[in-house]
């Protein structure tokens, strides 16, 4: 059985272009390479969304804390505000 392709280089990438995107689809990210270096991943949508999209805001990520209720202090400094000419 032939090992998935998971790198190609950037002129077979632009001639098979549909069959890199058949394959970001149902094999998985697609590294293209220029000049032996590695320079983009062609992802399917699905794969992109699911590591772009933000799960939860951040006053649910605060409440959802494993440190919540732990009775953490935080030494503060006692400083005074300055005086500002208006």
Do not use: C, Y
Request: net charge positive; proline share 3%; no cysteine.
């Amino acid at each position: 059985m032939k090992k998935p392709r998971q790198s190609w280089q950037l002129r077979d990438a632009r001639a098979h272009f549909s069959t890199l995107v058949d394959k970001a689809l149902s094999e998985g990210p697609q590294i293209v390479t220029r000049n032996g270096k590695k320079t983009v991943v062609v992802v399917s949508a699905r794969e992109w969304e699911r590591h772009n999209h933000r799960k939860v805001d951040l006053v649910e990520f605060f409440a959802g804390s494993p440190l919540r209720g732990e009775d953490i202090e935080i030494e503060r400094k006692n400083d005074f505000a300055r005086d500002i000419a208006l």
